[in-house]
């Protein structure tokens, strides 16, 4: 396996708030409005600097779904997850998007 590198991004965009690796564009922000295990989080349409863990079901509060675990590529911090299925019609809007917990990352301006 080849070496990693991370992606450093500029302008708006979001952090881990372990080491400040680069995780998401605000550009790439859909939604603020959802919940995650610790508590506010947003929904995003692609994510940098990030590794998927292996598919698990979960049950949460719009349904039942496969994801998979969001870990920060620097410090292995979980940062998130992906939709990969939603099992409810109404959910599958989800599907293939990211959900960062804001309580893990931050939001920072740069030029």
């Known amino acids: 396996?080849?070496?990693?590198?991370?992606?450093?991004?500029?302008?708006?965009?979001f952090v881990c708030n372990s080491c400040n690796t680069h995780v998401a564009l605000f550009a790439h922000l859909r939604s603020k409005d959802y919940y995650g295990a610790f508590g506010a989080a947003a929904l995003f349409e692609q994510l940098f600097n990030g590794?998927?863990?292996?598919?698990?079901?979960?049950?949460?509060r719009t349904g039942r779904y496969?994801?998979?675990?969001?870990?920060?590529?620097?410090?292995h911090s979980n940062i998130g997850w992906r939709y990969e299925r939603a099992?409810?019609?109404?959910?599958?809007?989800?599907?293939?998007l990211y959900i960062l917990e804001l309580e893990r990352v931050s939001i920072r301006c740069e030029e």
């Open 1 to 13: 396996m080849g070496r990693s590198y991370r992606t450093y991004l500029s302008r708006k965009f």
């Open 66 to 75: 496969v994801v998979r675990r969001i870990l920060c590529c620097h410090c």
């Open 51 to 60: 590794i998927a863990l292996g598919k698990e079901k979960e049950e949460m």
């Open 87 to 96: 099992y409810e019609p109404s959910q599958k809007i989800k599907e293939n």
